[in-house]
């Protein structure tokens, strides 16, 4: 990779950069690629293999292989073995092709979640009423004693 970069650099318009970095290597001196049955193992892409190092999703995951990730089966291994995985999907496929039982489990979760939220919310209200009523009685009581002290005062004259 380094030797490619010594002397090339990549134009942003160009072919993906990963292509465009392996069509390099290839043709180096002394290039020692991977066998395809080896490269499978790096990352998966639109072949399966049980545990790569990584997934090669292009376009947040709206360009995926159907053969990989319309299998529930498949997509919730991935998820097990790479959760970040979920950090460059775009979200909305992973709620398109939730199983019935996932689907279930999210919304019950994000039920919950809006119940907190109403709760929170309910109780900052009310301790927001309760401290202005506190706030009026205060405020009233030092009225109160203003105009007895003017009473007094009228009274002692």
């Known amino acids: 990779m380094k030797q490619v970069l010594s002397f090339q650099s990549r134009q942003d318009e160009g072919e993906p950069e990963d292509h465009w970095l392996v069509g390099r290597i290839a043709t ?16 998966v892409q639109a072949v399966w293999h049980e545990r790569p ?21 498949r997509r919730k ?3 097990e073995y790479c959760p970040e995985i979920k950090m460059i999907l775009d979200m909305k496929l992973e709620k398109e092709r939730c199983t019935k039982e996932e689907t279930k489990t999210l919304q019950e979760a994000q039920r919950k979640k ?5 709760k ?13 009523r506190a706030k009026e009685k205060e ?3 030092k009225e109160d004693e203003k105009q007895e002290e003017e009473r007094t005062t009228m009274a002692e004259e």
């Open 120 to 132: 929170k919310a309910e109780g900052e209200r009310k301790k927001k009423e309760e401290e202005g």
């Open 28 to 43: 180096l001196p002394d290039a020692n690629m991977p066998s395809p049955e080896v490269e499978k193992g790096f990352s």
């Open 53 to 73: 190092l990584g997934y090669h999703i292009s376009a947040h995951g709206t360009n995926r292989h159907h053969e990989i990730w319309d299998s529930d089966e």
């Open 77 to 79: 291994k991935i998820y």
């Open 139 to 141: 405020e009233q009581a």
């Open 114 to 118: 809006e119940e907190e939220e109403q």
